[in-house]
């Protein structure tokens, strides 16, 4: 649900972040991958997609799009045994709160909420978060909602940062993606967006945007 995020942030003047969640916030393809592997599949990273890169370990028969969904919905139902804090996110998202607001903004299908919510919670995530399969620019152009606050948004699909580059045009985009492993299959992520390696240098970009003088 958006309009209680959107009703807290409605008189602050601090600065916002919005942060996707998987392959930002929390690791997904590296669990993603243990996951299949007791599904007895494996992800064959020749390109930046899932669908047709999900193999059978037996034969090496890539799964069909029917079961790449169920694999997701599977995962996701039980996320909590799979997956962990990407490197350094709890550190810079901690920095990055003393001077700003923090929301989560995830695609995932929010019948997961719950799930998430407690995985979160449990490593001390507690920032509030928003799960929709809306696209994410109106959302972030919601959650600015004309304070004239500086904002940023990071993400690690080009879909969603060009949402937003689209409807919130103010925002700082930051690109950054976990896994070394796909970030290196990734085309350019297209002009205004920045790319971040880690967290650090994303956490410097964005303070830097909010016009806060740290040094990391
Ligand atoms: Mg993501």
Redesign the pocket.
Known sequence: MIEPVIETLRHSRKPLLVS?????VLD?LDPFQDYLQSENHWLNATSFRLNGNILSTVDDAPASPEMVDNFQERFFEGQDRWQRPSPGAHHALNLIARHADIVFL??MPPRHSAVRRQLLDRHALHFPMIATEEAKGPVVRDLIGGRGVPAAFI???FY?LHSVRENAPECLLVNMMSNATFRALAPEPGHGIAKAENWQQAATMILDHFGVDVHL
């Open positions: 996707d969640i998987d392959e930002v997904f995830t695609a993400d690690d699909i969603n």
